[in-house]
């Protein structure tokens, strides 16, 4: 899963803001599982945050009180990390390491010394610039839980994905049926993916998940199963289990990198064309692991 650094020089203004402001945005997604960090390129290690940035980020939401800086070092240069700057001159410093595409520029001005305006204005500039920073880093606008304004773009999915695809009417009903989990990847106003489950009493069954052909292999599935699979953990259930073609190994692949393992067999369980599922199960704690 990626990782998201917020850089700039002394990591106790305008990056700490970001992370904290932006790990809050992530947070009504549902997605506290992506790593969020905040580094300086000239920071003076555990020195903590000025005041008037805690009273900043304070004001959108954001604790960053327990804050201490950090110098951004040769390890944070994974293959799944992201980097958003706060200046262009900060960018140049990690051009020589990071490639392009994975860098990204707020151009958010240095509020040090300022007042509690100046880092207002600041924490403002930031916020406003989150929904750039989550479409550079997952290329979606958000991951949304479903309303009726998706049922359209959820049908559509259904229609070009499946055989026998759900109906706008057994859509619709999710809507109201309060077991249901049914999550939305929204790009340009699209609904480009979807995941769909039912919450009884604990145990968790994914009835669909699916995104348009021409936006796979983006990452929006995983995103979207990590989503579920966040909540469920949010709301104590004892696993999380579905059914899949035995033949369709690239969502067996996504299954298991998300910690799924094959627990049984359905035979000719799917029709057009006639195969076994093979079902996956996620236990969410070594309790349940221990008791399957």
């Given at each position: 899963?990626k990782?998201?650094?917020?850089?700039?020089?002394?990591?106790?203004?305008?990056?700490?803001m970001?992370?904290g402001?932006f790990?809050?945005?992530?947070?009504?997604?549902?997605?506290d599982?992506?790593?969020?960090k905040?580094a300086?390129l000239?920071?003076c290690c555990?020195?903590p945050?000025?005041?008037n940035a805690?009273?900043a980020?304070k004001t959108f939401?954001?604790?960053?009180?327990?804050h201490?800086?950090?110098?951004l070092?040769?390890?944070a240069?994974?293959?799944?990390?992201y980097f958003v700057?706060m200046?262009e001159?900060h960018?140049?410093?990690?051009c020589?390491y990071?490639?392009k595409?994975?860098?990204?520029v707020?151009n958010v001005?240095d509020?040090?010394?300022?007042?509690?305006t100046?880092?207002?204005?600041c924490?403002?500039?930031?916020?406003?610039?989150?929904?750039?920073?989550?479409?550079?880093?997952?290329?979606?606008?958000?991951?949304?839980?479903m309303?009726?304004e998706?049922?359209d773009?959820i049908v559509?999915i259904e229609?070009e994905?499946?055989?026998?695809?759900w109906?706008?009417?057994?859509?619709s009903?999710?809507?109201e049926n309060?077991?249901a989990?049914?999550?939305?990847?929204i790009?340009n106003?699209?609904?480009?993916?979807?995941?769909?489950?039912?919450?009884?009493a604990?145990e968790?069954?994914?009835?669909?998940i699916a995104?348009?052909?021409?936006?796979?292999k983006?990452?929006?599935g995983e995103?979207?199963?990590?989503?579920?699979?966040?909540?469920?953990e949010?709301?104590n259930?004892q696993f999380?289990t579905l059914e899949?073609?035995?033949?369709?190994?690239?969502?067996?692949l996504?299954?298991?990198k998300c910690?799924?393992t094959?627990?049984?067999r359905?035979?000719n369980f799917?029709?057009?064309?006639e195969e076994d599922?093979l079902?996956?199960?996620?236990?969410l704690?070594q309790?349940n692991?221990?008791?399957?």
């Amino acid at each position: 899963m990626k990782t998201v650094y917020f850089i700039c020089t002394g990591n106790t203004c305008r990056s700490p803001m970001a992370e904290g402001l932006f790990r809050l945005y992530l947070h009504h997604m549902h997605m506290d599982f992506i790593t969020v960090k905040s580094a300086g390129l000239a920071a003076c290690c555990g020195a903590p945050p000025t005041d008037n940035a805690v009273k900043a980020a304070k004001t959108f939401g954001a604790d960053i009180s327990a804050h201490r800086a950090n110098s951004l070092t040769p390890y944070a240069f994974a293959d799944n990390a992201y980097f958003v700057c706060m200046t262009e001159s900060h960018a140049a410093v990690l051009c020589a390491y990071v490639p392009k595409e994975r860098l990204f520029v707020l151009n958010v001005p240095d509020p040090f010394s300022g007042d509690e305006t100046v880092y207002f204005a600041c924490a403002k500039t930031i916020f406003e610039k989150l929904p750039s920073v989550f479409r550079f880093v997952f290329g979606l606008d958000a991951i949304v839980k479903m309303q009726e304004e998706q049922v359209d773009g959820i049908v559509r999915i259904e229609t070009e994905c499946f055989a026998h695809p759900w109906t706008k009417q057994g859509v619709s009903e999710e809507l109201e049926n309060p077991t249901a989990r049914f999550f939305a990847a929204i790009k340009n106003d699209e609904v480009v993916g979807y995941i769909g489950a039912n919450n009884i009493a604990g145990e968790v069954y994914i009835t669909n998940i699916a995104v348009l052909p021409i936006y796979r292999k983006q990452g929006i599935g995983e995103l979207l199963l990590s989503v579920l699979l966040s909540v469920s953990e949010q709301e104590n259930a004892q696993f999380v289990t579905l059914e899949v073609r035995e033949s369709n190994q690239a969502a067996i692949l996504l299954y298991t990198k998300c910690g799924f393992t094959a627990v049984g067999r359905r035979t000719n369980f799917y029709r057009d064309p006639e195969e076994d599922a093979l079902i996956y199960t996620k236990y969410l704690n070594q309790r349940n692991e221990d008791t399957k």
